[in-house]
């Protein structure tokens, strides 16, 4: 069983930057990808940004430039680097796992089995 918890939310004015981690906990497959997702209130949940087991990403329009996904596979730790953010940013932030190479389409959240409890990132203008 594969548990992932998040951490590194927070609230920042806009154009500040903050760095999510996910760490990952019990059973660690030798392949597996990862994803960032966030739901805002009244939205639905949008992939952010994937990673698959190989170090390939891929990000969101919404994000590309500011937002950069990476992972430590020594300590099992996925991160998400938040630059230059806005209010619409504002949103739940979860990490997602599931095992396999890659994901056949990165953003749907039906791609990943596991998911971390969210963590907060509220972004004031």
């Known amino acids: 069983q594969v548990q992932l918890v998040e951490s590194g939310g927070g609230s920042v004015q806009a154009g500040g930057s903050l760095r999510l981690s996910c760490e990952v906990f019990?059973?660690?497959?030798?392949?597996?990808?990862m994803g960032w997702f966030r739901q805002a209130p009244g939205k639905e949940r949008e992939g952010v940004a994937g990673?698959?087991?190989?170090?390939?990403?891929s990000y969101a329009d919404s994000v590309k430039g500011r937002f950069t996904i990476s992972k430590d596979n020594a300590k099992h730790t996925l991160y998400l680097q938040m630059n230059n953010l806005k209010p619409e940013d504002t949103a739940m932030y979860y990490c997602a796992a599931n095992y396999g190479m890659f994901a056949t389409v990165w953003y749907e959240s039906r791609q990943y089995n596991y998911w971390g409890q969210g963590t907060q990132v509220t972004v004031s203008s």
């Open positions: 990673i698959n087991m190989y170090g390939g990403t």
């Open positions: 019990g059973y660690i497959p030798s392949d597996y990808y």
